[in-house]
């Protein structure tokens, strides 16, 4: 595999609305983010990559655009766009940006202009159908969101596609005007100078011919066979790159919703010449069996171990992923993996220790370099995710829960909780804004924030900066050749790594109590090893063992 910029690069996940507010309107902008350039640079990431920013009503905070080519005033104006953009790459970093391809907004003028007539030149840019046999929706699929998958345009008499929400309908990717609206989008920015895209639910954009209803199945097993991996869905993808993408200096990202291993080739395979890298869900979704906020399964390391494995295969010495724990979608990588309490420090360095050493860009997603946690929110009026207060509204009518419990359940898995403002220091809202954040600061401010673990060289963001800038300078922890050791221990992660002649070894320890690792005869590991990373301030090892401590991560360099 070619080591590109892209591959080798640590790409860091911004939300604009929730990182840092210029003008204290309590929702972030990209003067904001001007402002932290060198808080961002100073994390050694290469790839900024920033969550919608086009302009938006805001039904699913951005990812329901009104207009690919204007930026959401909420966020600042074209001029401060090409300031950031100049800026990024005045620090020697890239920048990329959210590319919502499957769905626009009911906002958009293209939406509007189809549902005026259905002889409109717009008509065939969704994905419209008459009633079903019994006067009702379609088809039988339903929304990610919760309910149909279908709403009735009572002007016309007939159903729109939306598999997000109402105001977010699936554009008809068959229609080639369609393609070339979105292929011209990215080029605006890409003239611009943008580096690249991440694609969202970009496996969706070719719908199964005739619309069938879907099986009776999980909805995660509905989402893999019917909603993704359309029947055209790679005749776009290699149109698009052959198009837009390979004439520029850029990577396309493709968040991989859907996408199981035995397929990842087809999209991201270097003679494919479709994508660049893909963003697989599996490890974020582990804890999760057929719904983000309902059966909800413990943690288990044995079958991370055997994610990150089936993945690294899928695509060995023929493609590339990313790998993440966290971003905008999900709770917060500490309190889903780690221990946010007791030992909230150690398990935070030892998830990024395991995670930057796995084969495949690094995806960090903003605020897990200081170690933030989920939010407890008290009411339902407090949520500001769609997904939860959709999942609230449909228990409203079940009773399946109690409101309660309900509550309990989105401030566990719920999307609010990497949302929560950056903390950026011990005052007012974190120092994220003076006046109230769109979305309720995480009280925890007063003690994680940037200000004091800033000059603290035991702090989380210090131990991020370090291995950060390790994992710069030694290749093998992007591109090694893994030797899995005690595979089937439940508390322990061990491997190797092997990139010609560089060697290391990854420690890892899952579990609150001390650990040992026996190694019998193979003494060369405490005689002849140097300790590149470790998130205790020693190791106890002798010629026969390795004892790790709660949550220890240690990377020995062989």
């Known amino acids: 595999m070619k080591l590109t910029w892209f591959r080798k690069g640590t790409i860091y996940q911004i939300y604009p609305r929730s990182f840092n507010d210029s003008d204290n309107d309590g929702v972030g902008d990209l003067k904001g983010i001007i402002e932290k350039l060198d808080y961002i640079k100073s994390l050694y990431v290469d790839i900024i990559w920033l969550s919608p920013i086009f302009s938006s009503p805001n039904d699913d905070n951005g990812y329901d655009i009104s207009d690919y080519c204007s930026i959401m005033p909420e966020f600042g104006t074209m001029e401060d766009f090409d300031e950031l953009l100049k800026e990024t790459h005045k620090r020697g970093m890239r920048l990329i940006l959210d590319l919502v391809a499957n769905h626009c907004s009911d906002e958009h003028n293209w939406f509007e202009e189809a549902k005026k007539s259905k002889n409109s030149p717009y008509r065939d840019y969704f994905h419209w159908r008459k009633p079903g046999p019994d006067g009702g929706v379609p088809n039988n ?102 198009e837009v993408i390979s004439k520029y200096d850029a990577f396309s990202l493709a968040e991989g919703v859907g996408i199981d291993d035995s397929k990842a080739g087809l999209y991201v395979n270097e003679d494919r010449n479709e994508l660049d890298m893909l963003y697989h869900f599996d490890i974020l979704e582990c804890t999760i069996v057929n719904g983000k906020f309902e059966e909800v399964s413990p943690f288990n390391l044995i079958q991370m171990k055997e994610i990150f494995k089936k993945w690294r295969d899928a695509v060995h010495r023929t493609g590339w992923i990313a790998n993440a724990m966290g971003n905008h979608d999900f709770a917060r990588m500490v309190s889903r993996f780690g221990d946010d309490n007791k030992y909230h420090s150690e398990s935070a360095k030892m998830l990024i220790t395991m995670l930057s050493t796995q084969n495949g860009t690094l995806n960090i997603y903003q605020g897990d370099e200081i170690g933030m946690t989920n939010i407890s929110l008290n009411n339902i009026d407090q949520v500001r995710d769609v997904q939860s207060l959709n999942f609230y509204s449909e228990n409203q009518l079940t009773k399946r829960y ?65 291995l950060l800038k390790t994992r710069r300078e030694h290749d093998v922890f992007v591109f090694g050749d893994f030797e899995e050791i005690e595979f089937d221990n439940p508390n322990l992660y061990i491997y190797k790594k092997t990139l010609g002649e560089d060697k290391i070894m990854v420690l890892l320890n899952f579990s609150s109590s001390e650990e040992s690792y026996y190694y019998g005869s193979r003494s060369s590991i405490a005689n002849g090893s140097k300790v590149l990373i470790n998130n205790y301030d020693d190791l106890l090892l002798d010629d026969k063992s390795i004892v790790l401590k709660p949550y220890q991560g240690v990377i020995l360099d062989l």
């Open 141 to 242: 699929w339903k929304s990610f969101f919760g309910g149909s998958a279908w709403e009735l345009d009572e002007a016309s008499g007939e159903y729109y596609l939306h598999l997000f929400t109402k105001k977010q309908p699936d554009l008809n990717w068959e229609n080639p005007k369609v393609r070339e609206e979105i292929y011209n989008a990215m080029r605006f920015w890409l003239d611009k100078g943008v580096d690249g895209f991440r694609m969202d639910v970009i496996p969706l954009i070719s719908k199964p011919l005739g619309y069938p209803d879907a099986p009776d199945f999980g909805f995660r097993k509905i989402i893999e066979e019917v909603y993704a991996n359309g029947p055209t869905v790679h005749k776009y993808l290699k149109e698009m790159n052959e």
């Open 402 to 466: 109690s409101e309660d419990l309900a509550l309990q359940m989105i401030n566990k898995e719920g999307r609010d909780n990497a949302r929560t403002p950056i903390q950026w220091n011990d005052e007012i809202n974190g120092g994220f804004s003076l006046n109230e954040p769109w979305l309720k600061s995480n009280p925890n401010y007063k003690n994680i924030n940037v200000k004091n673990q800033n000059h603290d060289s035991t702090s989380i963001l210090n131990f991020y900066r370090n």
